[in-house]
Protein backbone atom coordinates (compact mmCIF):
# COMPACT_ATOMS: atom_id res chain seq x y z
CA UNK A 1 0.00 0.00 0.00
CA UNK A 2 1.29 3.29 -1.03
CA UNK A 3 4.69 2.10 -1.66
CA UNK A 4 4.98 4.66 -4.68
CA UNK A 5 3.97 7.72 -2.19
CA UNK A 6 6.35 6.41 0.97
CA UNK A 7 9.49 6.46 -1.12
CA UNK A 8 8.37 10.22 -2.59
CA UNK A 9 7.61 11.22 1.04
CA UNK A 10 10.14 9.64 2.37
CA UNK A 11 12.73 11.31 0.04
CA UNK A 12 11.61 14.59 0.15
CA UNK A 13 11.35 14.35 4.16
CA UNK A 14 14.89 12.93 4.42
CA UNK A 15 16.70 15.64 2.17
CA UNK A 16 14.60 18.58 4.32
CA UNK A 17 15.67 16.89 7.91
CA UNK A 18 19.47 16.56 6.49
CA UNK A 19 19.53 20.17 6.82
CA UNK A 20 20.80 22.00 9.70
CA UNK A 21 18.68 25.57 8.47
CA UNK A 22 15.53 25.62 6.00
CA UNK A 23 14.17 28.23 3.89
CA UNK A 24 11.10 29.77 1.97
CA UNK A 25 13.08 28.13 -1.00
CA UNK A 26 13.74 24.55 0.37
CA UNK A 27 10.39 24.16 1.74
CA UNK A 28 8.19 25.28 -1.49
CA UNK A 29 10.86 23.12 -3.70
CA UNK A 30 10.09 20.22 -1.23
CA UNK A 31 6.31 20.99 -1.67
CA UNK A 32 6.56 20.81 -5.31
CA UNK A 33 7.41 17.33 -4.93
CA UNK A 34 5.11 16.27 -2.91
CA UNK A 35 2.64 18.17 -5.91
CA UNK A 36 4.22 15.92 -7.90
CA UNK A 37 3.76 12.70 -5.80
CA UNK A 38 0.14 13.11 -5.20
CA UNK A 39 -0.44 14.11 -8.56
CA UNK A 40 0.78 10.36 -10.13
CA UNK A 41 -0.56 8.44 -7.17
CA UNK A 42 -4.11 9.65 -8.62
CA UNK A 43 -5.22 11.79 -5.88
CA UNK A 44 -7.86 14.65 -6.99
CA UNK A 45 -6.07 17.07 -8.43
CA UNK A 46 -8.04 20.34 -6.08
CA UNK A 47 -7.68 17.71 -3.34
CA UNK A 48 -3.43 17.91 -3.96
CA UNK A 49 -3.54 21.92 -4.28
CA UNK A 50 -5.64 22.54 -1.20
CA UNK A 51 -3.53 20.09 0.79
CA UNK A 52 -0.46 21.70 -0.43
CA UNK A 53 -1.52 25.18 0.27
CA UNK A 54 -2.51 24.07 3.39
CA UNK A 55 0.99 22.74 4.32
CA UNK A 56 2.42 25.97 3.47
CA UNK A 57 0.37 27.94 5.54
CA UNK A 58 0.79 25.75 8.20
CA UNK A 59 4.80 25.45 7.46
CA UNK A 60 4.95 29.30 7.60
CA UNK A 61 2.48 29.67 10.88
CA UNK A 62 4.42 27.60 12.60
CA UNK A 63 8.03 29.18 11.95
CA UNK A 64 9.51 25.95 10.96
CA UNK A 65 12.83 27.70 9.85
CA UNK A 66 13.51 29.35 13.19
CA UNK A 67 12.66 26.00 14.81
CA UNK A 68 15.58 23.98 16.35
CA UNK A 69 14.42 20.58 14.51
CA UNK A 70 12.44 21.68 11.23
CA UNK A 71 12.88 18.70 9.35
CA UNK A 72 11.09 16.87 12.67
CA UNK A 73 8.31 19.76 12.50
CA UNK A 74 7.41 19.68 8.82
CA UNK A 75 7.42 15.85 9.19
CA UNK A 76 4.38 16.54 11.92
CA UNK A 77 2.69 19.11 10.12
CA UNK A 78 2.87 16.81 7.14
CA UNK A 79 1.50 13.86 9.21
CA UNK A 80 -1.42 16.43 10.93
CA UNK A 81 -2.82 17.12 6.99
CA UNK A 82 -2.57 13.93 5.78
CA UNK A 83 -4.90 13.02 8.67
CA UNK A 84 -7.09 15.70 8.40
CA UNK A 85 -7.31 15.30 4.52
CA UNK A 86 -8.56 11.72 4.97
CA UNK A 87 -10.71 12.03 8.65
CA UNK A 88 -12.11 12.30 11.12
CA UNK A 89 -13.92 9.02 10.75
CA UNK A 90 -15.82 7.03 13.32
CA UNK A 91 -15.15 3.37 12.57
CA UNK A 92 -17.14 1.59 13.86
CA UNK A 93 -20.63 -0.16 13.32
CA UNK A 94 -23.35 1.49 15.53
CA UNK A 95 -25.81 -1.26 16.28
CA UNK A 96 -29.38 -0.17 17.15
CA UNK A 97 -31.58 -2.01 19.83
CA UNK A 98 -33.87 -4.09 19.70
CA UNK A 99 -32.17 -5.00 16.62
CA UNK A 100 -31.80 -6.08 13.59
CA UNK A 101 -28.62 -3.30 12.36
CA UNK A 102 -29.91 -3.10 8.72
CA UNK A 103 -26.20 -2.70 6.36
CA UNK A 104 -27.09 -1.95 2.76
CA UNK A 105 -23.94 -2.33 0.27
CA UNK A 106 -24.10 -0.32 -2.90
CA UNK A 107 -21.42 -0.07 -5.85
CA UNK A 108 -20.59 -0.95 -9.38
CA UNK A 109 -20.10 -3.86 -10.72
CA UNK A 110 -16.79 -5.63 -9.80
CA UNK A 111 -15.65 -4.07 -7.00
CA UNK A 112 -16.12 -6.84 -4.97
CA UNK A 113 -20.05 -6.03 -3.01
CA UNK A 114 -20.82 -9.78 -2.57
CA UNK A 115 -17.12 -10.78 -1.05
CA UNK A 116 -17.78 -7.83 1.24
CA UNK A 117 -20.92 -8.47 2.23
CA UNK A 118 -19.47 -12.06 3.89
CA UNK A 119 -16.40 -10.59 5.16
CA UNK A 120 -18.68 -7.42 7.20
CA UNK A 121 -20.50 -10.36 8.79
CA UNK A 122 -17.48 -12.52 9.48
CA UNK A 123 -16.59 -8.58 11.25
CA UNK A 124 -19.91 -9.21 13.10
CA UNK A 125 -20.00 -11.80 14.07
CA UNK A 126 -16.26 -11.31 15.71
CA UNK A 127 -17.99 -8.52 17.87
CA UNK A 128 -20.89 -10.84 19.34
CA UNK A 129 -23.26 -10.20 16.80
CA UNK A 130 -25.43 -12.87 14.51
CA UNK A 131 -25.38 -11.46 11.05
CA UNK A 132 -28.12 -12.52 7.86
CA UNK A 133 -26.81 -11.49 4.62
CA UNK A 134 -29.73 -10.94 1.62
CA UNK A 135 -28.97 -12.05 -1.73
CA UNK A 136 -31.00 -9.11 -3.62
CA UNK A 137 -27.87 -8.72 -6.63
CA UNK A 138 -30.32 -10.55 -9.16
CA UNK A 139 -28.36 -9.17 -12.04
CA UNK A 140 -24.71 -10.97 -12.03
CA UNK A 141 -24.74 -14.37 -12.85
CA UNK A 142 -24.21 -16.88 -10.35
CA UNK A 143 -24.40 -13.79 -7.63
CA UNK A 144 -27.03 -15.17 -5.12
CA UNK A 145 -25.31 -18.78 -5.36
CA UNK A 146 -21.59 -16.93 -4.60
CA UNK A 147 -23.16 -15.51 -1.55
CA UNK A 148 -25.09 -18.93 -0.65
CA UNK A 149 -21.32 -20.31 -0.80
CA UNK A 150 -20.07 -17.85 1.59
CA UNK A 151 -23.01 -17.81 4.19
CA UNK A 152 -22.45 -21.70 4.43
CA UNK A 153 -18.18 -20.87 5.19
CA UNK A 154 -18.87 -18.47 7.87
CA UNK A 155 -22.40 -20.21 9.32
CA UNK A 156 -24.14 -17.49 8.80
CA UNK A 157 -27.70 -17.74 7.42
CA UNK A 158 -29.16 -16.30 3.70
CA UNK A 159 -32.09 -15.12 2.36
CA UNK A 160 -32.43 -15.79 -1.53
CA UNK A 161 -36.22 -15.87 -3.64
CA UNK A 162 -34.92 -17.74 -7.01
CA UNK A 163 -38.35 -17.37 -8.11
CA UNK A 164 -38.19 -13.35 -8.80
CA UNK A 165 -36.48 -10.41 -10.30
CA UNK A 166 -37.90 -8.08 -7.65
CA UNK A 167 -34.94 -7.34 -6.03
CA UNK A 168 -37.08 -4.70 -4.20
CA UNK A 169 -39.15 -7.38 -2.56
CA UNK A 170 -36.08 -9.62 -1.92
CA UNK A 171 -34.47 -6.96 0.21
CA UNK A 172 -37.35 -6.16 2.14
CA UNK A 173 -38.68 -10.09 2.59
CA UNK A 174 -34.75 -10.70 3.55
CA UNK A 175 -34.91 -8.14 6.15
CA UNK A 176 -38.04 -10.06 7.49
CA UNK A 177 -36.56 -13.43 7.16
CA UNK A 178 -33.53 -12.03 9.67
CA UNK A 179 -35.77 -10.65 12.07
CA UNK A 180 -37.42 -14.02 12.54
CA UNK A 181 -34.24 -15.76 12.69
CA UNK A 182 -33.46 -13.94 15.92
CA UNK A 183 -30.54 -12.05 13.88
CA UNK A 184 -29.47 -8.66 14.84
CA UNK A 185 -27.67 -7.46 12.21
CA UNK A 186 -28.72 -8.03 7.94
CA UNK A 187 -26.33 -7.10 5.30
CA UNK A 188 -28.01 -6.52 2.15
CA UNK A 189 -26.06 -7.32 -1.19
CA UNK A 190 -27.37 -5.37 -4.16
CA UNK A 191 -26.95 -5.46 -7.94
CA UNK A 192 -24.02 -3.11 -9.32
CA UNK A 193 -23.52 -2.39 -13.15
CA UNK A 194 -20.57 -1.68 -15.21
CA UNK A 195 -21.04 1.88 -14.64
CA UNK A 196 -23.33 4.61 -13.26
CA UNK A 197 -26.84 4.44 -14.71
CA UNK A 198 -30.09 5.35 -14.14
CA UNK A 199 -31.58 2.48 -13.79
CA UNK A 200 -29.05 1.33 -11.02
CA UNK A 201 -29.43 4.14 -9.37
CA UNK A 202 -33.14 3.96 -9.48
CA UNK A 203 -33.35 0.42 -7.77
CA UNK A 204 -30.43 1.01 -5.05
CA UNK A 205 -33.06 3.80 -3.83
CA UNK A 206 -35.82 1.98 -3.74
CA UNK A 207 -34.34 -0.69 -2.31
CA UNK A 208 -33.07 2.11 0.66
CA UNK A 209 -36.64 3.43 0.69
CA UNK A 210 -38.13 -0.06 1.20
CA UNK A 211 -35.92 -1.33 4.19
CA UNK A 212 -35.16 1.70 5.98
CA UNK A 213 -30.77 1.01 6.93
CA UNK A 214 -29.06 2.02 8.97
CA UNK A 215 -25.95 2.56 7.45
CA UNK A 216 -25.18 2.67 3.97
CA UNK A 217 -21.99 1.71 2.60
CA UNK A 218 -20.33 2.23 -1.11
CA UNK A 219 -18.18 -1.05 -2.12
CA UNK A 220 -15.12 0.46 -4.00
CA UNK A 221 -12.43 -0.82 -5.93
CA UNK A 222 -9.27 1.34 -4.50
CA UNK A 223 -7.65 0.09 -7.44
CA UNK A 224 -9.49 2.10 -10.28
CA UNK A 225 -8.51 5.30 -8.18
CA UNK A 226 -10.49 8.79 -9.44
CA UNK A 227 -13.15 5.74 -10.64
CA UNK A 228 -13.82 4.93 -7.46
CA UNK A 229 -14.11 9.05 -6.16
CA UNK A 230 -16.42 9.18 -8.27
CA UNK A 231 -18.78 6.68 -8.53
CA UNK A 232 -19.01 7.37 -4.45
CA UNK A 233 -19.63 11.07 -5.82
CA UNK A 234 -22.80 10.34 -7.73
CA UNK A 235 -24.01 7.43 -5.47
CA UNK A 236 -23.86 9.96 -2.17
CA UNK A 237 -26.21 12.28 -4.47
CA UNK A 238 -28.47 9.59 -4.93
CA UNK A 239 -28.34 7.17 -1.67
CA UNK A 240 -26.58 9.99 1.28
CA UNK A 241 -23.89 7.55 2.16
CA UNK A 242 -22.71 6.79 5.84
CA UNK A 243 -19.45 5.81 4.50
CA UNK A 244 -17.04 3.95 1.80
CA UNK A 245 -15.62 0.61 1.93
CA UNK A 246 -12.62 0.44 0.04
CA UNK A 247 -11.61 -3.33 -1.61
CA UNK A 248 -8.22 -4.52 -2.55
CA UNK A 249 -6.53 -2.14 -0.33
CA UNK A 250 -3.02 -4.24 -0.34
CA UNK A 251 -2.65 -4.08 -4.10
CA UNK A 252 -3.15 -0.60 -4.81
CA UNK A 253 0.40 1.03 -4.78
CA UNK A 254 -0.65 4.36 -5.77
CA UNK A 255 -3.26 5.19 -2.57
CA UNK A 256 -5.29 7.86 -4.55
CA UNK A 257 -8.81 7.08 -4.01
CA UNK A 258 -7.86 6.93 -0.14
CA UNK A 259 -6.74 10.21 -0.07
CA UNK A 260 -9.58 11.69 -2.71
CA UNK A 261 -12.61 10.26 -1.22
CA UNK A 262 -13.49 12.24 1.64
CA UNK A 263 -12.48 15.37 0.21
CA UNK A 264 -14.52 14.84 -2.65
CA UNK A 265 -17.67 13.37 -1.90
CA UNK A 266 -17.47 14.54 2.31
CA UNK A 267 -17.95 10.88 3.33
CA UNK A 268 -15.27 9.04 5.24
CA UNK A 269 -13.57 5.26 4.37
CA UNK A 270 -14.83 3.48 6.92
CA UNK A 271 -13.18 0.06 6.04
CA UNK A 272 -10.56 -1.43 4.30
CA UNK A 273 -10.53 -4.83 2.36
CA UNK A 274 -7.03 -6.48 2.60
CA UNK A 275 -6.44 -9.82 1.09
CA UNK A 276 -8.39 -12.36 0.26
CA UNK A 277 -9.40 -14.44 3.52
CA UNK A 278 -13.17 -13.66 5.11
CA UNK A 279 -11.17 -11.91 7.79
CA UNK A 280 -9.50 -9.50 5.69
CA UNK A 281 -11.75 -6.64 6.66
CA UNK A 282 -9.92 -4.03 8.63
CA UNK A 283 -11.34 -0.60 10.44
CA UNK A 284 -10.16 2.53 8.66
CA UNK A 285 -7.99 5.06 11.11
CA UNK A 286 -6.77 8.09 9.45
CA UNK A 287 -3.79 8.87 11.59
CA UNK A 288 -2.50 5.40 11.46
CA UNK A 289 -2.89 5.83 7.71
CA UNK A 290 -0.81 8.78 7.67
CA UNK A 291 1.90 7.15 9.64
CA UNK A 292 2.02 4.27 7.21
CA UNK A 293 2.59 6.76 4.48
CA UNK A 294 4.99 8.69 5.76
CA UNK A 295 7.04 5.20 6.98
CA UNK A 296 6.40 5.61 10.86
CA UNK A 297 4.62 2.40 11.02
CA UNK A 298 1.11 0.88 12.42
CA UNK A 299 1.75 -0.79 16.09
CA UNK A 300 -1.62 0.05 17.05
CA UNK A 301 -3.14 -2.18 14.08
CA UNK A 302 -0.35 -4.98 14.31
CA UNK A 303 -1.57 -5.10 18.11
CA UNK A 304 -5.04 -5.53 17.53
CA UNK A 305 -4.34 -8.25 14.44
CA UNK A 306 -2.53 -9.75 17.30
CA UNK A 307 -5.65 -9.49 19.86
CA UNK A 308 -7.55 -10.99 17.48
CA UNK A 309 -5.79 -13.73 16.07
CA UNK A 310 -3.06 -14.99 18.67
CA UNK A 311 -4.11 -17.64 21.49
CA UNK A 312 -3.97 -15.95 24.16
CA UNK A 313 -3.63 -18.93 25.77
CA UNK A 314 -0.85 -20.24 24.34
CA UNK A 315 1.09 -16.74 24.15
CA UNK A 316 0.82 -17.13 27.91
CA UNK A 317 2.14 -20.38 27.83
CA UNK A 318 4.61 -18.87 25.08
CA UNK A 319 6.21 -16.60 27.30
CA UNK A 320 6.84 -19.11 30.33
CA UNK A 321 8.53 -20.85 28.05
CA UNK A 322 10.76 -18.52 26.64
CA UNK A 323 11.32 -17.20 30.48
CA UNK A 324 12.80 -20.30 31.29
CA UNK A 325 14.47 -21.08 28.14
CA UNK A 326 12.49 -23.94 27.31
CA UNK A 327 11.84 -23.24 23.74
CA UNK A 328 11.15 -26.28 21.51
CA UNK A 329 10.46 -26.96 17.66
CA UNK A 330 7.44 -27.35 18.58
CA UNK A 331 6.48 -24.17 20.28
CA UNK A 332 8.35 -22.41 17.26
CA UNK A 333 6.00 -24.25 14.66
CA UNK A 334 3.24 -23.29 16.70
CA UNK A 335 4.33 -19.17 16.44
CA UNK A 336 4.73 -19.61 12.86
CA UNK A 337 0.93 -21.10 12.54
CA UNK A 338 -0.11 -18.06 14.75
CA UNK A 339 1.48 -15.66 12.99
CA UNK A 340 0.30 -16.72 9.33
CA UNK A 341 -3.55 -16.11 10.74
CA UNK A 342 -2.47 -12.04 10.89
CA UNK A 343 -1.54 -12.13 7.58
CA UNK A 344 1.48 -11.69 5.20
CA UNK A 345 4.87 -11.89 7.02
CA UNK A 346 6.29 -8.92 5.00
CA UNK A 347 3.12 -6.88 5.79
CA UNK A 348 2.94 -7.28 9.37
CA UNK A 349 7.13 -6.89 9.49
CA UNK A 350 6.40 -3.36 7.54
CA UNK A 351 3.92 -2.05 10.22
CA UNK A 352 6.64 -1.69 12.86
CA UNK A 353 8.34 1.77 13.27
CA UNK A 354 12.00 2.00 11.54
CA UNK A 355 11.41 -1.49 9.78
CA UNK A 356 9.59 0.28 6.41
CA UNK A 357 12.50 1.59 5.03
CA UNK A 358 14.56 -1.61 5.13
CA UNK A 359 12.04 -3.97 3.81
CA UNK A 360 11.96 -2.45 0.66
CA UNK A 361 13.22 -4.82 -1.90
CA UNK A 362 13.57 -7.32 0.47
CA UNK A 363 12.61 -10.57 -0.70
CA UNK A 364 10.21 -12.75 2.04
CA UNK A 365 8.35 -15.37 0.48
CA UNK A 366 5.53 -16.59 2.67
CA UNK A 367 6.17 -20.22 0.92
CA UNK A 368 9.52 -20.25 2.76
CA UNK A 369 7.17 -21.15 6.00
CA UNK A 370 5.88 -24.00 4.45
CA UNK A 371 8.92 -24.98 4.02
CA UNK A 372 9.86 -24.47 7.51
CA UNK A 373 6.84 -26.51 8.97
CA UNK A 374 7.34 -29.47 6.45
CA UNK A 375 10.84 -30.18 7.55
CA UNK A 376 10.05 -29.74 11.70
CA UNK A 377 7.24 -31.72 10.71
CA UNK A 378 9.13 -34.58 9.09
CA UNK A 379 10.80 -34.78 12.51
CA UNK A 380 9.89 -37.01 15.35
CA UNK A 381 8.89 -35.83 18.76
CA UNK A 382 12.01 -36.43 20.33
CA UNK A 383 13.91 -34.41 17.56
CA UNK A 384 11.56 -31.84 18.21
CA UNK A 385 12.04 -31.66 21.38
CA UNK A 386 15.69 -31.90 21.80
CA UNK A 387 17.51 -30.85 17.96
CA UNK A 388 20.79 -31.60 19.51
CA UNK A 389 20.26 -35.15 18.48
CA UNK A 390 20.10 -34.34 15.14
CA UNK A 391 23.34 -36.28 13.41
CA UNK A 392 23.79 -36.13 9.60
CA UNK A 393 21.35 -39.65 8.85
CA UNK A 394 18.80 -37.77 10.49
CA UNK A 395 19.34 -34.31 8.83
CA UNK A 396 19.18 -36.34 5.06
CA UNK A 397 15.98 -38.46 6.88
CA UNK A 398 14.31 -35.26 7.66
CA UNK A 399 15.33 -33.81 3.86
CA UNK A 400 14.01 -36.24 2.11
CA UNK A 401 10.86 -36.27 4.29
CA UNK A 402 10.72 -32.65 3.70
CA UNK A 403 11.18 -32.31 0.24
CA UNK A 404 14.41 -30.05 0.89
CA UNK A 405 17.85 -30.49 0.98
CA UNK A 406 20.48 -31.22 4.49
CA UNK A 407 21.37 -28.16 3.71
CA UNK A 408 18.20 -26.42 4.56
CA UNK A 409 17.94 -28.60 7.74
CA UNK A 410 21.31 -27.58 8.86
CA UNK A 411 20.32 -23.87 8.00
CA UNK A 412 16.87 -24.02 10.54
CA UNK A 413 18.65 -25.52 13.55
CA UNK A 414 21.41 -23.51 13.82
CA UNK A 415 19.06 -20.41 13.40
CA UNK A 416 16.82 -21.89 16.36
CA UNK A 417 19.76 -22.84 18.47
CA UNK A 418 20.67 -19.48 17.73
CA UNK A 419 17.60 -18.11 18.62
CA UNK A 420 16.93 -19.97 21.63
CA UNK A 421 20.14 -18.89 23.54
CA UNK A 422 19.14 -15.66 22.85
CA UNK A 423 15.52 -15.81 24.43
CA UNK A 424 17.42 -17.59 27.43
CA UNK A 425 19.99 -15.13 27.71
CA UNK A 426 16.84 -12.23 27.46
CA UNK A 427 14.91 -13.57 30.55
CA UNK A 428 17.97 -11.83 32.77
CA UNK A 429 17.73 -8.16 31.09
CA UNK A 430 15.75 -5.02 30.95
CA UNK A 431 14.07 -3.92 28.26
CA UNK A 432 17.08 -2.00 26.98
CA UNK A 433 18.96 -5.04 27.10
CA UNK A 434 16.23 -7.60 25.02
CA UNK A 435 15.31 -4.67 22.47
CA UNK A 436 19.20 -5.35 21.71
CA UNK A 437 18.72 -8.87 21.37
CA UNK A 438 16.13 -8.30 19.65
CA UNK A 439 17.64 -6.39 17.11
CA UNK A 440 20.61 -9.04 16.91
CA UNK A 441 18.00 -12.07 16.54
CA UNK A 442 16.71 -9.66 13.15
CA UNK A 443 19.93 -11.49 11.29
CA UNK A 444 18.67 -15.10 12.09
CA UNK A 445 17.50 -17.12 8.95
CA UNK A 446 15.21 -19.16 9.69
CA UNK A 447 12.59 -18.90 6.80
CA UNK A 448 15.05 -18.76 3.97
CA UNK A 449 15.08 -15.11 3.39
CA UNK A 450 17.61 -13.10 5.20
CA UNK A 451 15.83 -10.52 7.84
CA UNK A 452 17.05 -6.87 7.81
CA UNK A 453 19.56 -5.87 10.30
CA UNK A 454 18.36 -2.80 12.36
CA UNK A 455 20.97 -0.94 13.43
CA UNK A 456 18.64 1.79 15.25
CA UNK A 457 15.26 2.67 14.23
CA UNK A 458 14.13 6.31 14.16
CA UNK A 459 13.72 7.93 17.19
CA UNK A 460 10.81 8.28 19.48
CA UNK A 461 8.49 10.03 17.89
CA UNK A 462 9.84 10.59 14.08
CA UNK A 463 9.78 8.88 11.33
CA UNK A 464 12.05 6.54 9.56
CA UNK A 465 12.25 9.51 7.19
CA UNK A 466 13.84 11.79 9.52
CA UNK A 467 16.90 10.65 10.05
CA UNK A 468 20.38 11.89 12.39
CA UNK A 469 22.33 15.00 10.94
CA UNK A 470 26.18 14.64 11.37
CA UNK A 471 25.78 16.81 13.85
CA UNK A 472 22.83 14.71 15.86
CA UNK A 473 25.10 11.57 15.03
CA UNK A 474 28.84 12.69 16.43
CA UNK A 475 27.07 13.85 19.64
CA UNK A 476 25.10 10.21 20.07
CA UNK A 477 28.23 8.87 19.40
CA UNK A 478 29.83 10.50 22.04
CA UNK A 479 26.67 9.70 24.70
CA UNK A 480 26.97 5.84 24.05
CA UNK A 481 30.69 6.27 24.87
Known amino acids: MFEALQDKFSGVLRRLSGRGKISDANVAEAMAEVRTALLEADVNFQVVRRFCDQVMEKARGQEVIKSLHPGQLMIKI ?15 IHFVSPGPTVL ?82 VIVDTAGRLHVDAELMDEVGKIAAVVQPHQIYLVADAMTGQDAVNSAKAFNERLEL ?35 KLEGLEEFHADRMAGRILGMGDVLTLVEKAQQELDAEKQAEMAEKLEKGRLTLDDF ?9 MGPLKQMLSMIPGLGDQMKGLDIDDREMDQTEAIISSMTRQERERP ?41 QDMRGRMQMMQQMGKMDLLGAKMPKIKGGPKLGTSSAGKLSKKERRQHRKRRK
Not at 78 to 92: A, I, Y
Not at 155 to 174: L, M
Not at 333 to 341: C, E, F, P, S, T
Open 78 to 92: VHDQLVELMGPVDSK
Open 104 to 185: MLAGLQGSGKTTTAAKLAVFCKKRGKRPALVAADLQRPAAIDQLQTLGDQIEAPVYRDDRTKNAVAVARDGVKFARDQGCDV
Open 242 to 276: DGVILTKFDSDARGGAALSVKAVTGKPIKFIGVGE
Open 333 to 341: RDQLQQMRK
Open 388 to 428: EVIDGSRRRRIAAGSGTEPADVSQLLKGFEQMRRMTKMMAG
